[in-house]
C-alpha cells in the first residue's frame, strides 16, 4: 500500500485492521520482532517474563533416592509375605549401623533412603516393640521412594523458549539448579509529549494551559503491556525540538511515542518531522476517536503518534501499541473478555469512521444492560467510569435502543457486582455509591446521566435498577408522582426520597454581571449554558421561564446543552457561559457564586421486579445519619426525609423504606 501525503492535509483515512496489518508488516520487515534481545535476570524476579531461550536442569530432582512417606526404610524382599494375621519382625537398627538383612530404618519424610534398602512402609503399618518393628504390609521394591530424577533429570529441558514464566516455574527453575535466567528484554519506549499548552505541575497552571496527564497515563499502560516507559520532558511546538527530541529518544530505545501535534493544524509538525526522519506510511486512520494517528519506521524503530485528546489517546495505545510490544516479547495477544448487552438508548454514529464508545454495565434481572457514557475524545472522566467499550462498523449510521452488542470489558471485577443508576445526575449519588460498597464488598454504583425521562424509561423497559428523577408537573406543582404512575403503570417499584435541594443561577465568584435572576439571562451581554432535554433541571427551568413570560429565544445560550450539573459549573467557571442552572453544590464545589431559584424534590425509583439485596442496603443506607449528614455537607440539601416511600408500583403495597416484604 502505497500512500501519498500532500501539505498539512491527511494521509488518506485508512481502516483500523489494515492500518494494524500494515503497522505489523512493516515492523516485521524492520526486524522488530525477530531475535529480539536478551538479559539475565535472577529466577525469583523472574515471574511474567519470556524465556529467550530454552532451559536445562542443572541437576536432577530429587537428587538422591528419599523417602516419601514418614515408616521404616527396608530391603523389600524382608517384608514379602507380611499381613495383619502374620506379621513380619525386623530389627531396627540406630541410623549409624551398617545394613544387614532383616533389619530396617526409621525415616522421616525427605530423608535419605538408607544403603541397602530399597523401599519404606508406612508408619501406620508399623508396630514398635523395643528394637523390633513389626511390619503388617508388605512393601514393593522402590515404593514410598522418591528416586533420583523421578522429576526431572539433569540436562532435561524445565521450560522451553518463549515462555512465560508463572509461579510454578520459578519453584522448577530453583529445584533444578538455576539461579538466573535469561530472558527477552522489556521493549523500551519514550513517550514525548508536546505543545505549548502543557505544563508539568499545578503550580504552573492558568487559563490557557493543561497539565501534561496523558504521558503519565501512555508510561503506566506501557508498564501494564510489560513495557519499560520513560517520559520525556515537554516539548514545545517547535519544529526543531521536536527533531531533536526524537533523535534522541531513538538512541537506546526499542519505540518512541510522540503525544499530540499529529493533526492537520498549523503547528502540528510530527508528521512532517518524521517524514524526514524515515517512513510515514500511516497518517490518519477511519476511527473515531483518534483518527490523527501518525505511524512511521525511523532508524529501523517504530515510531507512532498520537492524538493528544486523553480518550483518544488511550484508545490508539490500546489499538496500534499494545500487541506490538506483547509480539515483541513472544507474548500471545491479550484477548478481552467480552460481554453481550443490550443499549439503554440510541447511539447514533458517523458513517464511514468505525466509532468507539465507552459504556457502564449493569445486569438487570439476568439481563446486561449497557448504557454509553459521553463520547468527546478529550472526557477523561469517561475513562475511568467505564466498564466496557462497545465499537459501531464504518457503514453503520448508528445502532437502536434495545440493540444486543458485544461489550468488551475494560475492568476485571464482575459487571454482574454493578448496579445501574440511569437517570437524572447529582451529586449524592456518588455518595451514595461510596456508602453502598462499604455496605457489601464488590459491589459498585455505575451512573448513566440521560436525563430524568431517559430514567423512567430504563425503569420501564427493566434496564436499570434505579433512577434519579426531578420532574415537575406544572399543572399540579407536583414532583415525579405524576410522571412516574404515567410512564410506569405496572411493574415493581418504588419511588423513595432522597433530598430536596436548591436549584440556581451558578455565576463567576463576585458575580461581575451583577445578575439576580431569571430575569436577566435576558440581557445582550449575558450568555447561558443549558441542561439538555429530558432533564429535570431543564423542565424547572422552562417552567420558571414561563411564570415569567420569557421566550427560549430571548436567551442568549439557551440551546447550548451540557449533561450534568458539574459540567455546568466547568462552563461557567471557563468562562463558555455567564451563567447556568444548577445544585448549589455543584457551585459550591467550583467556587461559584450561587443565586437561588427554586427549591426541588429529587427522588429514586427502585426497580424491584426480582429480589436483589442491594436495593435493600440502598434504602438502609438513605436512612443512615452519616450518610445524611455528608450529602448536606455538599451545600443546598435537606435529607430530613430521606429514605421516605411516596408511591409504589401496583404490584407492591406501600410499606415502610427498609421492609422486606410486599
Known amino acids: 500500500m502505497k500512500i501519498l501525503r500532500s501539505n498539512k492535509a491527511y494521509l488518506n483515512c485508512v481502516e483500523r485492521s489494515e492500518v494494524q496489518k500494515l503497522w505489523r508488516q512493516k515492523l516485521m520487515e524492520n526486524g522488530f520482532f525477530h531475535n529480539p534481545p536478551a538479559e539475565v535476570v535472577p529466577v525469583q524476579a523472574s515471574l511474567g517474563r519470556v524465556t529467550a531461550r530454552s532451559v536445562y536442569a542443572k541437576q536432577s530432582v530429587p537428587h538422591y533416592n528419599g523417602a516419601a512417606m514418614d515408616g521404616i526404610a527396608v530391603w523389600a524382599q524382608d517384608t514379602f509375605g507380611a499381613q495383619e ?89 530453583l529445584a533444578a539448579g538455576i539461579e538466573d535466567v535469561e530472558v527477552v528484554q522489556r521493549p523500551k519506549v519514550t513517550i514525548i509529549p508536546t505543545g505549548d499548552e502543557l505544563v508539568a505541575s499545578r503550580g504552573e497552571l492558568k487559563p490557557g494551559t493543561i497539565l501534561d496527564v496523558n504521558s503519565h497515563m501512555l508510561a503506566a499502560a506501557i508498564q501494564e503491556w510489560r513495557g519499560e516507559a520513560v517520559r520525556s520532558a515537554i516539548v514545545k511546538d517547535d519544529r526543531q525540538a521536536i527533531k531533536q527530541a526524537i533523535l534522541a529518544s531513538l538512541q537506546g530505545n526499542d519505540m518512541v511515542i510522540i503525544n499530540a501535534g499529529t493533526s492537520a493544524g498549523r503547528d502540528d509538525y510530527t508528521v ?78 458517523t458513517v464511514g469512521v468505525e466509532e468507539y464508545i465507552r459504556v457502564s454495565l449493569g445486569n438487570v434481572q439476568g439481563k446486561m444492560v449497557a448504557a454509553p457514557l459521553s463520547r468527546g475524545a478529550g472526557l477523561i472522566s469517561s475513562l475511568t467510569k467505564a466498564q466496557g467499550s462497545i465499537s459501531i462498523a ?21 459487571p454482574a457486582n454493578t448496579l445501574l443508576a440511569v437517570g437524572s445526575h447529582d451529586l449524592a449519588l456518588e455518595l451514595l455509591g461510596v456508602f453502598l460498597r462499604r455496605r457489601m464488598e464488590n459491589v459498585s454504583l455505575s451512573c448513566a446521566n440521560v436525563g430524568s425521562m431517559g430514567g423512567i424509561m430504563a425503569i420501564r423497559n427493566n434496564e436499570a435498577h434505579l433512577a434519579g428523577v426531578h420532574l415537575l408537573e406544572a ?62 433541571t431543564r423542565m424547572l427551568l422552562d417552567y420558571q421561564l414561563r411564570k415569567l413570560g420569557i421566550r427560549p429565544e430571548q436567551i442568549a ?30 457551585a459550591q464545589a467550583l467556587g461559584l457564586d450561587f443565586i437561588p431559584v427554586s427549591p426541588e424534590q429529587y427522588d429514586l425509583i427502585l426497580n424491584f421486579t426480582g429480589e436483589d439485596e442491594r436495593l435493600y442496603q440502598i434504602m438502609d443506607v438513605l436512612l443512615s445519619e452519616e450518610f445524611r449528614s455528608e450529602v448536606e455537607s455538599l451545600g443546598g440539601y435537606d435529607l430530613s426525609n430521606a429514605g421516605k416511600l411516596i408511591a409504589a408500583g401496583p404490584n407492591l403495597r406501600l410499606n415502610e423504606c427498609g421492609t422486606r416484604g410486599e
Request: net charge negative.
Open 272 to 349: 512532517d518531522v518524521l517524514s524526514e526522519l524515515g517512513e510515514v506510511f500511516v497518517h490518519g486512520v477511519a476511527i473515531k476517536p483518534g483518527k490523527p494517528v501518525v505511524m512511521a519506521v525511523c532508524q529501523g524503530k517504530p515510531v507512532i503518534g498520537l492524538p493528544g485528546y486523553p480518550v483518544a489517546a488511550m484508545l490508539t495505545a490500546e489499538l496500534f501499541v499494545r500487541d506490538i510490544l506483547f509480539a515483541r516479547q513472544k507474548l500471545p495477544r491479550p484477548e478481552a473478555a467480552t460481554v453481550e448487552a443490550s443499549l439503554v438508548k440510541q447511539v447514533p454514529s
Open 85 to 173: 494375621t502374620d506379621p513380619k519382625c525386623l530389627t531396627l537398627l540406630p541410623p549409624a549401623k551398617t545394613f544387614g538383612s532383616g533389619c530396617c530404618y526409621m525415616v522421616d519424610t525427605g530423608d535419605v533412603l538408607p544403603d541397602g534398602t530399597n523401599a519404606v512402609v508406612m508408619i501406620e503399618d508399623v508396630h514398635i516393640r523395643g528394637n523390633m518393628a513389626e511390619i503388617i504390609a508388605a512393601a514393593a521394591p522402590w515404593q514410598h521412594v522418591r528416586i533420583i530424577g523421578e522429576d526431572i533429570v539433569a540436562n532435561e529441558m524445565v521450560i522451553p523458549e518463549h515462555h512465560e514464566i508463572a509461579p510454578v516455574d520459578i519453584a522448577a527453575l
Open 394 to 414: 464504518a457503514i453503520s449510521s448508528g445502532l437502536s435502543a434495545g440493540t444486543a452488542v458485544p461489550v468488551v470489558l475494560l475492568r476485571k471485577g464482575k
Open 557 to 586: 445560550g439557551y440551546e447550548k446543552e451540557v449533561g450534568t450539573h458539574m459540567a455546568v459549573a466547568a462552563s461557567v467557571l471557563a468562562g463558555a457561559a455567564d451563567a447556568g442552572l444548577g445544585v448549589q453544590a455543584a
Open 475 to 536: 399543572d399540579t406543582g407536583l414532583y415525579n408522582t405524576p410522571y412516574v404512575e404515567k410512564f410506569l403503570p405496572d411493574g415493581n417499584w418504588r419511588l423513595i426520597h432522597l433530598a430536596m435541594r436548591l436549584q440556581g443561577l451558578m455565576v463567576m465568584p463576585g458575580n461581575p454581571k451583577v445578575i439576580t435572576g431569571l430575569s436577566d439571562l435576558t440581557r445582550d451581554d449575558v450568555s447561558f449554558i443549558n441542561r439538555q432535554r429530558g432533564s429535570g
